[in-house]
Structure formats: C-alpha cells, structure tokens
C-alpha cells in the first residue's frame, strides 16, 4: 500500500525558510518520479517541481525559481523541498506526490505571514 506522509509545514514569516519532507512507503521510492504540489485557497492545485528518479529537478512555477529546491533521499524513501525566501503569495497546502502511477499524500498547510 502506497503511503506519503508530508511534514514540515507551518506558519513563518515573509523571507523565512521551511524544509518539507515526504515519508514514502509501498513502492520501491527509488526507482520512481516524485512532484510537489501545492493549492493556494481559491486557486486550483498546481505543479511545483519534480524530481526523476536518477535526480533530474524541474521548477514549474516561475515565482519559487531560485528560492525552491526539490530533493530526494532514496536510503530514507524521503522526498523534500526547501523553500527559501518565502513569501504569502506562497501559502497553500503542499502535496508530495508519485507522478506514475499518481499518488498522493494528504498535504501540510503553509502559511506565510506579511
């Protein structure tokens, strides 16, 4: 059974920094390409970044270029992403993801205060 518990969210102000982290369990972690989502209130959910499974990252969303990083641990089956710099238009619910087969895990709330 595929498990993705996320962690690290919280609330923190403008210019602070958070590290996410992704448990994943039921899959063999390693071998698969893994995403960040996130869903800001009133907006639909968008793709942030992925990470291929050999380590390749891509950033979706031009405003995170330069202050996101998604990385992985594949000895922890540990998905991450540092966000530096942060600002409130980067509130939203971040979801960790496997993007084939899709699965998702249950989000951690982000709130950047002003």
């Known amino acids: 059974q595929v498990q993705l518990v996320e962690s690290g969210g919280g609330l923190v102000q403008a210019g602070g920094s958070l590290r996410l982290s992704c448990a994943a369990s039921?899959?063999?972690?390693?071998?698969?390409?893994m995403a960040w989502h996130r869903q800001a209130p009133g907006k639909e959910r968008e793709l942030v970044a992925t990470?291929?499974?050999?380590?390749?990252?891509?950033i979706f969303v031009d405003s995170v270029k330069g202050r996101f990083i998604i990385s992985r641990d594949n000895a922890k089956n540990t998905l991450y992403l540092q966000m530096n710099s942060l600002k409130p238009e980067d509130t939203a619910i971040y979801y960790c993801?496997?993007?084939?087969?899709?699965?998702w895990g249950q989000g951690t709330q982000v709130t950047i205060s002003s």
């Open positions: 039921g899959f063999t972690f390693s071998t698969y390409d």
């Open positions: 993801g496997r993007l084939w087969p899709a699965s």
């Open positions: 990470i291929t499974s050999g380590g390749v990252t891509t």
